[in-house]
C-alpha cells in the first residue's frame, strides 16, 4: 500500500473551496474598513495578504484563472499612492464578487464568468499608479558579462592567496525552473559560506537583477575537487563550474574547468508505507450523518422511555423483589448517559450564528449605497450556537429582513434630521437564547410602520372588510404585514423586492417550528423578532388529552395551567374567555363544548405578545418527545407540526402552536365561536357537535 | 500520482518531523500532505509568526516550512528568532515568486532553502533531502527504519 499525492484531492479542493469562502469574507470585511478610512496601509497590507493566500491556494489546486487574477489585482495592491482610496475599496469589493463567481464556477464545473470588471478596474488602478512617479526603478538592465572584477576584489585574492587559501572562480548557472533567481543566488552563497569567504559576486550581492549565471569569486582551503558539487543545489542549480584562479602561497596555475551536471533526477522506489501523520482536528462530516446519528438518539429516547415502564410494571408487579433497586440504577445511569450523548450530538449540528451575521455588512454596505441611505450596522450575540439547519433555512429570510429595513426602515438622512435623529439610521443584528429557543431580531431605528398605512393596504388589497378592520387592534393590524397579498407588486425594486414577501418570512419560520413577531414603535422604529427552536428533533412536551385523544405541546411555550369549569367561562364578542385573576384570557376551544359542570384544564400559552388559553379535557404529563416530521400528504392541516411515538407505541401529536394562534387571529369575529371551539375535531365531529347546544347558542 | 522513497533521520530511522507554518489553514494542509507522501510526520503547525516560534520550542521539529507573509508576525522575522535561539534549526521559506526580497532577506538571516508556491511536491522533496543532508536518509526498502 503506499501513499499517492492525488489520494485525497477531491477531499483537498473542496477544503479549499470552503477556506476560500472565508478569505473573501475577510475580504469583503477589510473592504469594509478600507471604505471607512480610505488609503489606510495596514487594511490595503492586510488585503493584499488576503489576496495573496488566495492566490497561492488557487494555483495550487490548479484554478489558474482565479489565481491569476488574485495576481493581477496583488501586484496593484502591492504599489502604493492610491489617489482615491474609495476606488480601490470599490475594487475589493468588485473583486469579491468576481473571486466568488469564479470559485463557483470552478465547484460547479461549469463556465467561469467573465471576469472583465475586475480586470478593467485594477488597469485603471495600475495606470493610476503609473501616473504618480516611479518610487524606484523596476529593474536593470540584463547584464550577463563575463566577469570583470575590481581593484578592491583583486586586492582581496592576493591577500587569501598568501594566507594559504585558493581562490577559485566558479560560475554558477541557475536552474531554469527557479522562478526567484535573486534568492536562489543567495541560496547559493549561504551554501558556500561555510567552506571559505566569498570576495566578490557578479551580479553583485544585493543586486536584483534577474540574471540566470552567476559568478563568484571564492576563497578556500577546502580541497579542490569537493567545492563544486557541494554547491549544487537541488531546484536552484544547473550546473556549477569551478576554476582555481590562485592556489594558495604557490605559483598561479590554471586547474581545468570542471563541470559538475544535475544529475537527472531518477523517478524514486516508493515501495516503503509512508507513516500515517495525524494532520487535521477538524472533520468535514456529511450533515446527513450527523443526522443520521441524531435519528438514531431519538430512537434510543423512545427505547428508555419504553424501559422506564416495563420498569414501572414490574415494580407494580413485584415492589419487594431487590433486582429492582439494580433496575432502577441502571436505567438512572443509562438516561444520563442517553442524554449526554443526545447534547453531544446536538452540539456537533451547532454553529455559530455569526457565520450568517457576518454577510450583512457588506449586504447593508450595498443596499444603503444603492437607496443613497446612511446606514450603520451593528451586531451582538454573534457567538450564539443554532443548529446548521435552522442557520440555513433562516438565510434567505433574515437576509430580506435586513434588506427591507434599508430600504424602507431607515428614512433618507433628510427626513431623519428633520424628525431630530442622527443622520445615519442604524440596524441592529442580535442573537440570543431564551429558554429553549433561539432568538434572531433585526431592529432599526427608523419611522417604524404606520399601522393606518397598513389598514389602508389591507383594505385596498381586500385582505379585510372596512367592517372587519375597524374591529382589529393594532397588534392584530400589525400581524397583516405577514399575510400573503400583502405587499404589492409596485413596490418590488431591485434591492428589496425580489418577490419575497413578509408572508414568505413568516411561512420559512412556521416551517422551522418557529415564529416571527413585530414590535413596532411609530416613528422610531421595528424590530423584527424570529424566534426558533434550538433544534428541530427533541422537545420537552406536554401532553394532554382533548376528546380522549393524546396530543402534546412544547413545554417551553405553558406559562402556567389553570382548572376552570366549564361555568367559569364567559364570551365577549363570539370569544370564549376566562377571568384568570385580573386578566382576561381569550380561549381557544380544541375539542367540544363540555357540559356545564365539566371540569376542564386551560394551558396558558405565551405566543409573543400574546397569552391565549387552550382548552384541553385532561394533562396526561410531560415528556422528550422525539419528533418524527410527518410530510404534507399525511397531514391536511397545518395545526400539527409532527408526531412522536411514545415508549408505550402511542402515538401523540404535537400542535404547532404558532399556526394555531395565527387561525385563531385570522378567525373572523362572527365566525370566531365556530371557528374555535373544535379545531382539532374532524369534519364530522364539529358537525355534530353543532347539534350540540353550546353555550351562546352559537352553531 | 508522485510517489517518494520516505525521508528517515539517518540518527534513528524515525521519520523527519516536520512544522508547517502558514496562516493558511489550506496551504498548511496541503504542505502536510505532501510530507506524509515524503514518509514524514506533521510535529507541529502555526498559522502566524509567534505561535511558530513557542510551536518549535515545544516539538523540536527537523524542519520548518514557513511562509512568508502571515498576520502578527512575518516569516523572516520568526525565521531570524527562532534560529538565533536555535542556530541548528533548518527552515525552508515557502513563498511566491513576489516576495523575492523577503526570502532574500530570510536567507541571509539563517534560513536554509526555500520553495516557490505552488509547491511541487518533487521540489519539495528535493529541497527536504538536500536541507536534511547527512542528517537524513532515504529508505529503499519496504519498512525501513519504522
Known amino acids: 500500500m503506499s501513499h499517492s499525492y492525488d489520494d485525497r484531492a477531491g477531499e483537498l479542493r473542496e477544503f479549499f473551496f470552503d477556506t476560500a469562502q472565508e478569505l473573501l469574507q475577510q475580504l469583503s470585511d477589510e473592504g469594509l474598513k478600507l471604505e471607512k478610512q480610505p488609503g489606510d496601509a495596514e487594511t490595503v497590507r492586510s488585503i493584499r495578504r488576503i489576496v495573496h493566500t488566495l492566490k497561492g491556494d488557487a494555483a495550487a489546486c490548479g484554478c489558474r484563472e482565479l489565481s491569476e487574477l488574485a ?3 496583488e501586484d496593484v495592491l502591492a504599489g502604493e499612492g492610491f489617489s482615491a482610496g474609495t476606488s480601490l475599496a470599490e475594487a475589493v469589493f468588485t473583486a469579491t464578487d468576481v473571486f466568488a463567481a ?17 480586470r478593467k478596474l485594477v488597469q485603471a488602478l495600475a495606470r493610476e499608479q503609473k501616473s504618480l512617479p516611479p518610487k524606484r526603478a523596476r529593474k536593470k538592465a540584463k547584464t550577463s558579462l563575463p566577469a570583470t572584477w575590481s581593484e578592491y576584489e583583486k586586492l582581496a585574492m592576493q591577500q587569501a592567496a598568501q594566507q594559504g587559501r585558493n581562490v577559485y572562480h566558479f560560475t554558477v548557472r541557475l536552474d531554469p525552473h527557479c522562478a526567484m533567481p535573486i534568492a536562489g543566488r543567495q541560496l547559493v552563497l549561504n551554501a558556500m559560506a561555510p567552506l571559505g569567504e566569498v570576495l566578490g559576486t557578479r551580479p553583485e550581492t544585493g543586486s536584483t537583477d534577474a540574471a540566470r549565471k552567476m559568478e563568484v569569486l571564492f576563497a578556500s582551503d577546502q580541497p579542490v575537487g569537493q567545492l563544486a558539487t557541494r554547491f549544487h543545489i537541488p531546484t536552484i542549480t544547473s550546473e556549477v563550474q569551478q576554476e582555481l584562479l590562485l592556489e594558495a602561497a604557490k605559483p ?16 524514486l522506489e516508493a515501495s516503503a508505507p509512508a507513516v500515517p501523520v495525524p494532520s487535521e482536528n477538524i472533520l468535514r462530516v456529511d450533515a446527513e450523518r450527523i443526522d443520521n446519528v441524531l435519528n438514531l438518539v431519538g430512537e434510543l429516547i423512545i427505547g428508555k422511555s419504553m424501559l422506564q415502564q416495563a420498569m414501572n410494571e ?68 454573534q457567538d450564539t450556537d443554532l443548529d446548521k439547519s435552522l442557520l440555513d433555512a433562516i438565510t434567505e429570510p433574515l437576509t430580506h429582513l435586513v434588506r427591507n429595513a434599508v430600504s424602507h426602515g431607515i428614512e433618507s438622512a433628510a427626513e431623519r434630521e428633520k424628525a431630530g435623529k442622527p443622520a445615519h439610521g442604524t440596524i ?30 389591507a383594505l385596498q388589497n381586500q385582505l379585510v372588510s372596512a367592517e372587519e378592520a375597524s374591529g382589529m387592534s393594532e397588534a392584530d393590524l400589525l400581524s397583516l404585514v405577514f399575510r400573503p397579498g400583502f405587499s404589492t407588486a409596485e413596490e418590488i425594486t431591485e434591492i428589496s423586492g425580489r418577490g419575497v414577501g413578509l408572508d414568505v418570512v413568516q411561512s420559512v419560520l412556521q416551517r422551522m ?75 381557544i376551544r380544541l375539542g367540544r363544548t363540555a357540559a356545564e359542570d365539566h371540569k376542564i384544564f386551560v394551558l396558558v400559552i405565551h405566543m409573543g405578545e400574546r397569552k391565549l388559553g387552550l382548552i384541553v ?76 347546544p353550546a353555550v351562546g347558542g352559537q352553531a | 500520482m508522485e510517489q517518494f522513497a520516505p525521508v528517515k533521520r539517518s540518527k ?106 505552488p509547491v511541487k511536491p518533487e521540489v519539495l522533496y528535493e529541497v527536504i533531502k538536500y536541507v536534511l543532508g547527512e542528517e537524513g536518509s532515504v529508505a529503499n526498502a519496504a519498512g525501513a527504519g519504522v
Not at chain 1, 252 to 267: C, H
Not at chain 1, 651 to 665: D, S
Not at chain 2, 85 to 113: C, D, T
Open chain 1, 71 to 73: 495576481h493581477e489585482f
Open chain 1, 102 to 118: 469564479l470559485l463557483k464556477a470552478y465547484r460547479r464545473k461549469s463556465k467561469l464568468p467573465s471576469v472583465e470588471p475586475l
Open chain 1, 252 to 267: 598561479s596555475r590554471k586547474e581545468p574547468a570542471k563541470a559538475v551536471e544535475t544529475p537527472a533526477m531518477e523517478p
Open chain 1, 314 to 381: 414490574f415494580s407494580r408487579r413485584f415492589p419487594k423483589d431487590p433486582a429492582r433497586a439494580r433496575f432502577a440504577d441502571a436505567m438512572a445511569f443509562q438516561s444520563r448517559v442517553l442524554s449526554d450523548l443526545q447534547r453531544s450530538v446536538m452540539k456537533v449540528r451547532m454553529v455559530p450564528v455569526e457565520q450568517l451575521f457576518r454577510r450583512f455588512p457588506r449586504l447593508v454596505r450595498d443596499v444603503a449605497k444603492h437607496c443613497d441611505k446612511q446606514v450603520e450596522l451593528t451586531l451582538s450575540g
Open chain 1, 428 to 457: 441592529h443584528l442580535k442573537a440570543y437564547h431564551q429558554g429553549n429557543q433561539v432568538v434572531v431580531e433585526v431592529s432599526d431605528d427608523g419611522h417604524g410602520v404606520d399601522v393606518r398605512k397598513v389598514r389602508e393596504r
Open chain 1, 513 to 587: 417550528k418557529g415564529s416571527v413577531e413585530l414590535e413596532n414603535h411609530p416613528g422610531r422604529g421595528t424590530t423584527f423578532r424570529l424566534k426558533l427552536p434550538l433544534t428541530l428533533a427533541i422537545i420537552k412536551a406536554l401532553l394532554f388529552r382533548v376528546e380522549h385523544k393524546l396530543y402534546a405541546i412544547p413545554l417551553n411555550a405553558v406559562a402556567e395551567i389553570a382548572r376552570a369549569r366549564q361555568s367559569d367561562l364567559h364570551r365577549v364578542d363570539h370569544y370564549e374567555v376566562l377571568q384568570l385573576r385580573d386578566q382576561v384570557l381569550p380561549l
Open chain 1, 617 to 692: 379535557d385532561s394533562l396526561e404529563g410531560e415528556e422528550e418527545l422525539v419528533i418524527k416530521a410527518l410530510d404534507d400528504q399525511a397531514v391536511a392541516t397545518d395545526l400539527i407540526s409532527g408526531a412522536s411515538i411514545l415508549g408505550d407505541g402511542r402515538v401523540v401529536l404535537i400542535l404547532h402552536l404558532p399556526a394555531l394562534v395565527e387561525r385563531f387571529a385570522k378567525a373572523r369575529p362572527q365566525e370566531a365561536g365556530a371557528m374555535t371551539s373544535g379545531l382539532l375535531l374532524s369534519h364530522a365531529e364539529r358537525h355534530s357537535a353543532g347539534a350540540i
Open chain 2, 12 to 117: 534513528d530511522g524515525q521519520p523527519v518531523r516536520y512544522l508547517v507554518v502558514d496562516d493558511s489553514v489550506f496551504a498548511r494542509k496541503n504542505l502536510a500532505r505532501m510530507i506524509e507522501t515524503f514518509g514524514g510526520q506533521l510535529a507541529g503547525e502555526a498559522g502566524d509568526g509567534m505561535t511558530a516560534i513557542t510551536e518549535y520550542e515545544r516539538t523540536r521539529p527537523d524542519i520548518v516550512l514557513m511562509d512568508i507573509t502571515m498576520p502578527q508576525m512575518e516569516g523572516i522575522e520568526a525565521a531570524e528568532k527562532i534560529v538565533q535561539q536555535h542556530p541548528e534549526a533548518r527552515i525552508v521559506m515557502v513563498s511566491s515568486v513576489g516576495y523575492q526580497e523577503n526570502i532574500v532577506a530570510a536567507l541571509q538571516r539563517g534560513a536554509r532553502h526555500f520553495v516557490q508556491k
